[in-house]
């Protein structure tokens, strides 16, 4: 009996004791059972932050109100500079709290917040522990469900879990915004796993509020050029590390047709170097038509001026694409949002090109990775939307799976950086994801979170391009800083510049030829790009690196025809075959691609070695094997390549390789067939050599 009477003591003290260490996990913001969410197949987890919650106001309710509203409630402990908040853009703020969350407290919390109508909900704060990103959970989740599901079980199974519908997708079938109630059995987070795990869905997540991570940083540089279109070698660049913009824009500045969406955290609709350009906008903050800046706004303004700032009109500077059109966008805090954005640049604004110098900092929600790819898929007719995202700027591996970084989707094209001397910036992510280098600022400062390393060199440059005005921008017209109006710097610089320059550069080859695919522009770009840094970036075999992509963009290149040549191996044996590959593109598509000896003497070398190229692709190569050298010496080989309209005589635009991008060339060297006999005549000469030498040092001694 006595030993009944301990055992059922021991585990009432195991059950208190297990209760006492989960109340002390939730109060101390631990990850309990539960605390994850699915996307793309993967728990992923959170961690619930119970020191503060995170209070919705309507948004109309303006700041002061705010400061007025929240210190009247016990439960908070401080409330002070909330304006400087990141979610204070969506009149989202993070508010501490003077005791733990716990499943008790946020009920009566909720209530009292909203009894006033100013606040719209009041909602948990999750941790999204590998990049500290908070998760905010409102009331609302986002699911698709599987294509066969009729409505009528879509019906059944929400009335089941007592939620409601907020709106379906206008894009999207079977895809709905559902919103729990008072009678759910759960949170939003708790109904969207349900929902996972029913075997109904594609996905289901929370439609969480969280940031964006703009992939800029201003530093303190100085210098007045905008030397990534055309570098003279200004302060010590590299002469020819840009993308020679002026030889492209004697081709084309850019069609008025062409439109270029900056998706980014606001856009200054009345620049005096963007208003002409901005023709449709919307702001996915506030549902309104007008992008302009908001609290701790400050970066799709120098974004936007990168791509398509107004050229030739003797004021600021020029965009990359600076007679094409801009769609200014300023982003949204759901996970909704993040999706809709894309949805709208294509479908209602009808964007042809979209630029994200941004990135979530959790990884890629379902959600959005659908939106992406079908922008990528469907936009522009069924040609794709090109969708262009900044690699960032941690100098990291954008390919890890688990950073699921949108810009690793096969869906876009991923942009890092260069600098003026043509290598890669300190900054620049990486991995086998990363499409190409754009050339812009060389160094960041560690303490915005590069991984330049100090003290700043003394030769760094930045980039000018148009800027917020006033004092929210990287100008804020500061003597020795130059423009006291603030509305330009010179201090643009990450990622977040070289994503806007390759998609001016898309601007540019759309408007030679609209009716390019997402694909064939992908491939023009990767085809004409240049590799730079060499030694430096390891070019496999298909001249890829992991660290810079195909290479450094070139606007000129793209947009006329090019060809490259290669051989393999570079140095042979007389009479040993190697193989000649030559590669051509062309905005039109490809009618012939040939390669010749650059004046060898050798008559079957010099003359022209032809492919006519059928169904005119827009990048294609070809391969000559069998190749031999009766000769020994080092011999230059060069090709060319020819567009469909080819000839097409007074129409300005170069339909050969040599009319417009040059001839490409490359050198194989031939050396002797070394026989048994030559070898031991090299053999005896040594010795001799040997010999005459121990004989010399004799006298000498």
């Known amino acids: ?29 631990q990850a309990v059972e539960g605390d994850y969410y699915y996307s793309r197949g993967q728990k992923i987890p959170i961690v619930l932050d119970t020191s503060q919650v995170a209070v919705v106001f309507k948004k109309e309710v303006p700041l002061d109100r705010v400061y007025s509203f929240l210190p009247r409630f016990r439960q908070f402990s401080a409330v002070k500079e909330l304006e400087k908040q990141d979610l204070a853009r969506a009149n989202v703020f993070l508010v501490p709290l003077a005791e733990p969350l716990t499943k008790l407290n946020m009920p009566t919390l909720k209530v009292d917040l909203k009894r006033n109508g100013l606040v719209e909900t009041v909602g948990k704060v999750y941790l999204f522990e590998k990049t500290k990103s908070y998760l905010i959970l409102s009331e609302e989740f986002v699911v698709k469900f599987k294509p066969e599901i009729t409505l009528e079980q879509i019906d059944h199974f929400n009335a089941s879990k007592k939620v409601t519908i907020v709106r379906a997708s206008q894009y999207v079938k079977n895809q709905f915004i559902l919103r729990v109630t008072p009678q759910s059995e759960g949170d939003a987070l708790v109904i969207a796993n349900q929902y996972y795990e029913s075997e109904l869905t594609e996905f289901a997540h929370p439609n969480f509020i969280t940031t964006f991570e703009r992939r800029s940083t201003p530093n303190d540089l100085y210098y007045p050029n905008q030397w990534h279109l055309n570098n003279t070698g200004q302060n010590g ?6 993308i020679d913009a002026p030889e492209a824009w004697e081709i084309t500045t850019g069609d008025p047709n062409i439109k270029i969406a900056i998706l980014d955290d606001s856009i200054e609709k009345d620049h005096e170097d963007l208003q002409a350009h901005i023709v449709a906008s919307w702001d996915f903050t506030d549902d309104d038509d007008d992008p302009s800046p908001g609290p ?16 030739n009109n003797n004021k600021g500077v020029a965009g990359v694409c600076y007679t094409s059109k801009i769609v200014a966008v300023r982003l949204g805090n759901t996970l909704q949002d993040f999706a809709d954005v894309f949805y709208w640049a294509a479908n209602t604004a009808n964007a042809d090109v979209i630029s994200n110098s941004w990135g979530l900092t959790i990884p890629a929600p379902d959600l959005v990775v659908d939106a992406i790819d079908d922008v990528a898929t469907n936009g522009r007719g069924g040609k794709g939307c090109v969708v262009l995202f900044a690699a960032g700027n941690s100098n990291s591996d954008i390919s890890d799976p688990a950073e699921g970084e949108l810009a690793a989707l096969n869906s876009v094209i991923a942009v890092g950086a260069s600098t003026n001397k043509d290598v890669r910036s300190c900054y620049s992510s990486w991995g ?115 660290h810079y992509g195909y290479g450094r963009v070139n606007t000129h290149r793209t947009i006329v025809p090019t060809v490259v040549i290669s051989v393999k191996p570079k ?131």
């Open 571 to 701: 140095k042979v044996k007389k009479d040993k075959p190697f193989t000649v590959k030559v590669t051509g593109s062309a905005p039109f598509g490809l009618k012939s691609i040939w390669w010749f000896g650059d004046n060898t003497g050798i008559s079957d070398i010099d003359k022209a070695h032809w492919k006519d190229v059928s169904g005119a692709p827009k990048v294609y190569t070809y391969t000559w094997t069998g190749v031999t050298i009766d000769q020994k010496g080092t011999y230059l080989l060069g090709a060319n390549a020819r567009d469909v309209k080819y000839p097409n005589p007074g129409d300005g635009y170069p339909h050969q390789a040599s009319e417009g991008s040059g001839i490409a060339t490359t050198e194989i060297r031939v050396t002797p067939v070394t026989t048994a006999l030559g070898l031991l005549a090299i053999g005896l000469s040594f010795l001799l050599t040997g010999i005459a030498s121990f004989r010399e040092r004799g006298k000498e001694c």
């Open 432 to 546: 086998v994801d990363l499409d190409m280098v754009a050339p812009i600022n060389t160094w960041i400062h560690p303490i915005y979170g590069s991984t330049c390393q100090l003290p700043k060199p003394a030769d760094a440059v930045g980039t000018w391009t148009t800027d917020q005005s006033g004092a929210g921008g990287f100008n804020d017209g500061t003597p020795p800083l130059p423009d006291a109006a603030g509305l330009y710097t010179q201090d643009f610089g990450g990622t977040s510049s070289a994503c806007p320059t390759v998609a001016g550069i898309v601007g540019l080859l759309l408007s030679v030829n609209p009716d390019l695919t997402r694909t064939e522009v992908q491939d023009i770009l990767q085809t004409t790009a240049e590799k730079i840094a060499s030694s430096d970036a390891n070019y496999d075999t298909n001249g890829f690196s992991d």
């Open 296 to 311: 701790g706004d400050y970066h799709g303004t120098s974004v936007a001026g990168i791509a398509a700032a107004i050229g």
């Open 1 to 29: 009996m006595e030993k009944r009477k301990l055992n059922g003591l021991f585990v009432l003290l195991c059950i208190t004791f297990g209760m006492i260490f989960l109340i002390s996990a939730e109060s101390a913001g």
């Open 237 to 242: 660049g590299t002469v020819d590390a840009d």
